[in-house]
């Protein structure tokens, strides 16, 4: 079975631009959320989607956003990035439903690189 | 709040020799807890979880952990480092009812000397 996909692996953008990145969760997992990685903050969580709806979301400004779409693939969008935004981005998938569980599987990441 | 504490920021081991990477955490209730491994450029790869039951849990490639309540601990261990164990490990527990979100350790980054 495929493992959590990310597209792009690395991105580079300038201050103020937007940027939207992709996740495609294993077969089968409803849940997505994702993570900001930085050497500075470490691993820090921004939210979690289930059937399209977000059910958690961290502490982060409203320039953060996510959606999740009826085949479960989620886009993450930051929009007037800062150079702090510069991050490793990391998504996970989670199996739902019976035989669910609380692991989750985490994607290679998107780097994202503010100038 | 829940937190995970890693105290050891690098740990560097002979191959061959055992080793240990501790993880203290703090929780209201009995914890979801994990170990994940990221090598350089990459995700985070399970290694193992604990939910309940067993208080020894194997994990992938060679891994075992330990969880003790009285301590508030969940240390990862490995009887036989493998130069392929070089990387940055991270503990991280569940958040609690009602979420799947993962608080995790500040990691520690193990080097394996040759």
């Known amino acids: 079975k495929a493992g959590v996909t990310q597209t792009p692996r690395y991105l580079i953008k300038t201050r103020g631009q937007q940027v939207t990145l992709s996740c495609s969760p294993i077969s089968g997992h409803r849940s997505v959320s994702w993570y900001q990685q930085t050497p500075g903050q470490g691993l820090q969580f921004l939210f979690e989607?289930?059937?399209?709806?977000?059910?958690n979301k961290g502490n982060f400004p409203g320039r953060f956003s996510g959606r999740q779409f009826s085949n479960s693939r989620s886009e993450m969008n930051v929009s007037t990035l800062e150079l702090g935004d510069s991050a490793l981005y990391l998504c996970?998938?989670?199996?739902?439903?019976?035989?669910?569980?609380?692991?989750?599987?985490f994607g290679p990441g998107t780097r994202l690189t503010v100038t | 709040a829940q937190s995970v504490t890693q105290p050891d920021i690098h740990i560097t081991v002979s191959e061959g020799a055992s080793l240990e990477l501790r993880c203290n955490y703090s929780y209201g209730a009995t914890p979801y807890l994990f170990w994940y491994v990221q090598s350089p450029g990459q995700g985070l790869q399970l290694l193992l979880k604990?939910?309940?039951?067993?208080?020894l849990v194997q994990g992938i490639k060679g891994f075992e952990a330990e969880f003790k309540r009285s301590q508030s601990s969940f240390n990862l261990r490995k009887p036989s480092v493998h130069w392929s164990d070089a990387a940055e490990y991270f503990c991280?527990?569940?958040?609690?009812?009602?979420?799947?979100?993962?608080?995790f350790g500040t990691g520690t980054r193990l080097k394996v000397l040759a």
């Open positions: 989607y289930f059937s399209e709806t977000q059910r």
């Open positions: 991280a527990v569940g958040a609690g009812p009602g979420t799947y979100k993962y608080i």
């Open positions: 996970a998938s989670r199996r739902t439903g019976t035989g669910g569980s609380y692991e989750q599987y």
């Open positions: 604990y939910f309940s039951g067993d208080t």
